[in-house]
């Protein structure tokens, strides 16, 4: 879901976690008089989608990755659950405290902007602290806006400098700033900033909310990092090719894929696995056992290219890759004409490595069993046979140690983060039609290969020749 920017920036004032002076209005009548008083850029913000719709949505913030997510609504007075105890209370009153929440009327430019925003917001003081925060519709598909909460705990005007000069290089940000009333509870004030005019839009009291039934990060996996179709990842290229050649050289191999393509007479057989689970040495093994053609995900015609988009935003990278799919899909088609064919990670690794990264905190948040992002694109040729390679975080590192390759951002990731690796791992797990067939590779190469052939038989019928 795209949101149509405002025609006008925002500000960001400081914010002082005491009281505000006794003058100043009822934020429910601030609202009410600012909506009545605003020129034409204001009232068109008010009427667009994402203002329009700002108090009805319930926000996250995300506070580390072993803790659940703070959660809150908003309301127009101080009514709602609410506690001086929580922890929400105590980390939005310790500080001064803005949100910056990032949504554009392109997905490509939004998602750019989203990245650009975090690299530029570690440049704060170190008395800074940043969190990933959400605003969303629950459990409604596309509703996230993805942005992060900032305190700073001298509250320095140089904070508030810089991030008003953020919000002048972006049209595509929109700011809160968080203040505690005289009543005890908890504001926001959503703020404008545009032509040298400052005000707000809407104040609103927080309310504590419950957890939702799917973690908000969920919500705009679909065709944002997992893609269900060929034209919506294509559609994300098209749309960069404008912004970098590399996107355009991709656009011009595509135009030799001329729709979906069935797979030949011979078995589809896709290895999969985490780095260093014996991938390469087991494709190898089979390709000469069952005499067969073996090829890899990303294609060698587009394998140059990676360096380049490894570097964008989730949305352009996995568009990349998904992309990258449907051309060896092609090579697949191909191939399978004439012998069985062997591939080095297919689909399930572009999904799951996107699902385990995009999804924050914990396991238990990432989407449940049978959920239709674990479901194979119904218009990407499907294997016949997909192996899943695991062995033990031990055994990984040591393989590791061992080689001296270059890595991927996430490849690194794994080595350090062990709870990105399991949440990688249960979403292969989670797989389905066709689900993975787990194997268990911390044996012997030769006892892998076994393994892997008895498994080929019964499955493909193929035997060992």
Request: with cysteine; charged share 25%; hydrophobic share 40%.
């Amino acid at each position: 879901v795209c949101f149509q920017a405002a025609r006008f920036r925002f500000r960001i004032a400081a914010v002082s976690p005491h009281p505000r002076p006794a003058v100043r209005p009822e934020p429910a009548a601030t609202a009410a008089l600012v909506s009545v008083r605003c020129g034409g850029d204001m009232a068109s913000s008010l009427g667009s989608v994402l203002y329009k719709q700002w108090a009805k949505r319930v926000f996250a913030i995300e506070c580390g990755s072993s803790s659940e997510p703070l959660y809150f609504a908003l309301s127009p007075s101080a009514e709602g659950p609410w506690d001086e105890r929580c922890r929400l209370h105590r980390l939005l009153s310790r500080a001064a405290t803005y949100s910056l929440s990032v949504a554009s009327d392109s997905r490509v430019r939004g998602a750019e902007a989203y990245v650009r925003l975090q690299s530029q917001l570690t440049r704060l003081p170190d008395r800074c602290r940043v969190l990933e925060m959400t605003a969303f519709f629950p459990n409604e598909e596309g509703s996230s806006i993805k942005g992060f909460l900032v305190q700073d705990e001298g509250g320095c005007p140089t904070t508030e400098r810089v991030l008003r000069d953020l919000v002048r290089e972006s049209g595509q940000t929109c700011f809160c700033t968080y203040w505690r009333g005289a009543e005890g509870r908890m504001w926001q004030s959503l703020g404008r900033h545009s032509e040298g005019s400052r005000g707000e839009i809407l104040s609103n009291c927080l309310a504590l909310a419950g957890k939702p039934e799917l973690h908000p990060s969920v919500l705009n996996i679909k065709n944002s990092v997992v893609f269900s179709k060929y034209e919506e990842a294509c559609a994300v290229i098209q749309e960069c090719a404008e912004m970098f050649p590399e996107a355009k050289e991709v656009v011009q191999i595509l135009t030799q894929y001329n729709g979906t393509y069935k797979k030949g007479g011979f078995p589809v057989i896709v290895i999969e696995g985490l780095d260093a689970t014996g991938k390469s040495t087991l494709t190898e093994s089979l390709r000469a056992s069952i005499k067969a053609t073996l090829l890899k995900s990303p294609h060698d015609c587009i394998g140059h290219l990676r360096k380049a988009f490894d570097v964008k935003s989730p949305l352009i990278r996995r568009a990349f890759y998904t992309l990258g799919n449907y051309i060896t899909a092609s090579a697949i088609a191909s191939a399978s004409e004439t012998s069985p064919v062997i591939v080095d990670r297919f689909w399930h690794s572009t999904a799951a490595y996107a699902i385990a990264t995009e999804v924050s905190g914990k396991v238990e948040n990432l989407p449940p069993p049978h959920h239709e992002l674990y479901q194979w694109p119904q218009d990407l040729l499907q294997p016949d046979l997909v192996l899943l390679l695991t062995v033990s975080a031990d055994e990984r590192i040591r393989r590791l140690e061992q080689r001296a390759e270059m890595k991927t951002k996430e490849e690194a990731e794994l080595e350090i983060n062990s709870l990105f690796r399991q949440k990688v791992e249960a979403t292969y797990r989670r797989m389905e039609q066709p689900a993975c067939v787990v194997v268990d590779a911390s044996a012997s190469k030769e006892e892998v290969l076994k393994t892997a052939l008895l498994i080929i038989e019964k499955y493909c019928g193929i035997k060992n020749t």
